[in-house]
C-alpha cells in the first residue's frame, strides 16, 4: 500500500474545496458576524499553510481533522476577545503626579484602602485553606496569569481559575458585608 503525500497547500486546498463552508458556518456560529467569521476561517488557512508538517492531523489519510480545525478556530477567536479586552499599563511619569500635588490628600479613602487590605490580609491568614491562600498571593505579588503560574507551578489551569476565583469571591463578599466596598 503506497501513501500519497501532499503538500500543505495541496491539503489546504483540499480543505477548502470540501469544507470551506462548514468552517465559516462553524466561525459564524463564535462571531455571529459575517466578516468576522471568513477572517477568522482565513487565519485558520493561513495558519495550516505555516505548519511544519500538517500531515500530523490527517485522519485515516485521507481528511483533515475537522474537529482538530474546530478548536483552532475556537481558540483563535477566544484569544481574539481576550486581547480586546486587555488593559494596557500606562508608565506613570513624574510630571503626571506632581501636577496632583496641590490636591487636598484623601484620608478617608487611604483609611478605606487600609481597612480593605486588613482585610484580605485576615482572610488569606485566617480560616481559608492554604492552597488557596498561597495560590492567592503568588498570583498578585509575583505579577503571574493563569498560564504562567500554571507553566511555573505544574497545576492545572481549571484548578487554578477556581481557586482564584473562589478566593476573589470570598475577599469580595466579605468587604461588602464590611461595608468596605460597594
Known sequence: MVIYYMTNS??????YKKHNSWLNACAFNLTSNKEAAEELVQ?????????????????NEKDINLFYL?????????NGIK????????????????????????LEGDENTEKLLLLVNSILTGSMHWFDSKLFTTYIEDDHSIQSLHEATHISKNAIFTSLRKTKTLIKQTA??????S
Not at 48 to 58: A, R, S, T
Not at 70 to 75: A, D, I, T, V
Not at 83 to 106: F, G, I, M, P, R
Request: hydrophobic share 40%.
Open 10 to 15: 495541496q491539503r489546504v486546498e483540499a480543505l
Open 43 to 59: 487565519n485558520l488557512y493561513l495558519k495550516l499553510l505555516e505548519m511544519p508538517n500538517i500531515e500530523k492531523i490527517v485522519f
Open 176 to 181: 461588602i458585608d464590611e461595608n468596605l466596598y
Open 70 to 78: 474546530y478548536k483552532m478556530l475556537k481558540s483563535d477567536f477566544l
Open 83 to 106: 486581547a480586546k479586552s486587555k488593559l494596557n499599563k500606562v508608565q506613570l511619569k513624574d510630571d503626571l503626579v506632581s501636577s496632583h500635588a496641590d490636591e487636598e490628600y484623601n
